[in-house]
């Protein structure tokens, strides 16, 4: 049995699977149940099985490529760029490389956003999580623990403003909870104020 193209699904499974079909003679093999079962795997894309003579079966499988970790009612799952969700796929394996996405119908909207995102990996790589707000926006949650409010339009030219606003100010580093990108003519901005500070000035 020669299996090519897997990186997450297991191999083990694979050649149960292959070897409830075992028979003496490789003409008796049923390639078509093989083909039904193994298509049932959340992570098979595109499968090709074949008989290799004289005693060769060759299965070549292309996978689903995970793009986020879609946290919702049923639990945590891998999705794919079309929503597709993995079930069947170890989550924590995944958690060190994948952005978290929260909210209603965000895995069939991940990855217009994912695809901006990319535009500038270096400075993506600041963000853990993503919510979808309404079915409409975006929020990007950075590991500095500000929070990015996008707008429903010109995802891409708010984007760019966030990291102009780095290059120039260091916005990811300066105390702040919150930057409201949802107006195009303003930018609004909430800082994290120490509150003992503030009760220290009163008091003189």
Known sequence: IEILGIKNMSRDTILEIVNAE?????????????????????????????????????????EKKPIGIWQYEMGNSLITKYGEIISTANVNKFKNNLPIIHGDYANKNAHFILKIL???????????????????????????????????????GAWNKIIKLQKKYNVLNLGLTEIDLRNPNKILAKINFDKSLIKHRKSL
């Open 22 to 62: 075992n028979h003496s003679h490789i003409f008796n093999v049923n390639l078509s149940n093989i083909f039904n079962k193994l298509s049932n795997n959340d992570w098979v894309k595109d499968l090709n099985i074949e008989r290799v003579l004289p005693n060769t079966i060759k299965i070549h499988i292309k």
């Open 118 to 156: 990319k535009t500038n990996k270096i400075f993506m790589k600041n963000i853990w999580s993503l919510t979808f707000i309404n079915n409409r926006r975006w929020n990007l949650h950075f590991k500095q623990g500000i929070i990015i409010l996008l707008p429903t339009s010109d995802v891409l």
